[in-house]
């Protein structure tokens, strides 16, 4: 059975992607330099861990789809950088900044396929799953990200909004990580559905983790501008719960702030930030979290592997509802 550690490296030395050497150069430079950015790789980790949990042996079938997940997650931020305008990611230029738009879409373009190229090395058995599966999620995500931007220009939305925006943005391409990593190790149908709704609700605790970092985190170490969310008017689970708590005097403030102008960036974050923590958001955000990731557990247990076996896994699920970035 695999450390944590040793899946680190072995996803280190996969992340170095195969024929990027080639023209035009502007196309695949970008490709190679996002996936050198040092990402926390969460998907394929999830999804060795998860196929750990029943193989031995992480071989190229097992690896190569892996690897699909990180390409497809890398190129979605390239595409979401550009959305966001944001300038800077992991304390680095973003693709479109140092490249330029253009640039940053073809080569997003490339990786989507590339995705599926890895896709395609996983055993001829599975594969069929496999490929709905993640065809499936992809089509979600894209969904989810529609939402998201689609929610920007709404004045409120409910939690229940919220909730299947990020299930759809986030949550289920960390649910496909870990079912297709039951898949690949094979897991019954019961136990891939159990490690789906792990990697599900998994992934709300991640959102509203990160949700929770744009606002109160350490910009040093988030690796991007702190309150990036706020000032693009994001319905982040602060927000929204926010409006959820809020008396009708701080509603009306709330919806001021929200239509400052970016003249003062730093004051309309400090504001909102301050108004989060005045009605409780902040404290709140932290245990819906751990409600989440214990809900997560409960369904890892469901899919009655061995305890011995989920240590690693739930080690992981635990880093990444502590992190600092």
């Not at 680190?8 to 190679?32: M, Q, S, V, W």
């Not at 949700?211 to 000032?231: A, M, P, Q, R, S």
Request: contains cysteine.
């Amino acid at each position: 059975m695999y450390t944590l550690e040793e899946i680190d490296r072995i996803l280190d030395h996969c992340a170095h992607l195969r024929n990027l050497d080639r023209e035009p150069a502007n196309l695949y430079d970008p490709i190679g330099y996002m996936m050198s950015m040092g990402g926390k790789r969460i998907r394929p980790k999830l999804c060795l861990l998860a196929c750990n949990l029943l193989k031995e042996e992480l071989d190229d079938p097992v690896l190569f789809p892996a690897m699909a997940l990180e390409i497809f997650h890398e190129f979605t931020l390239i595409h979401d950088d550009i959305m966001d305008r944001s300038d800077t990611r992991r304390g680095r230029p973003t693709v479109y900044k140092k490249w330029d738009e253009n640039v940053a879409i073809l080569s997003g373009d490339v990786m989507s396929i590339l995705a599926y190229r890895y896709l395609s090395h996983a055993p001829a058995d599975v594969l069929p799953q496999i490929f709905d599966l993640f065809t499936t999620t992809a089509t979600e995500v894209c969904e989810g990200q529609m939402f998201d931007m689609n929610y920007e220009t709404l004045p409120f939305i409910t939690m229940d909004d919220y909730l299947a925006m990020i299930g759809l943005k986030t949550a289920v391409l960390l649910a496909c990580s870990t079912k297709m990593g039951g898949l690949l190790g094979g897991a019954s149908p019961e136990a891939c559905q159990a490690l789906y709704d792990f990697g599900y609700r998994l992934g709300i605790a991640f959102q509203i983790t990160d949700d929770y970092l744009d606002t109160f985190g350490n910009e040093k170490v988030f690796g991007k501008k702190i309150g990036g969310d706020i000032l693009n008017n994001k319905k982040t689970w602060l927000l929204v719960e926010s409006f959820r708590r809020a008396d009708i005097t701080r509603k009306k403030t709330l919806e001021s702030l929200l239509k400052m102008e970016a003249d003062d960036p730093a004051a309309k974050i400090e504001a909102v930030r301050q108004l989060y923590v005045d009605l409780g958001v902040r404290e709140a955000a932290e245990a819906e979290i751990l409600a989440w990731h214990r809900k997560s557990l409960e369904a890892l247990a469901r899919a009655g592997f061995d305890p011995a076996r989920t240590t690693e896994i739930e080690t992981f699920a635990q880093q990444l509802i502590h992190r600092e970035k």
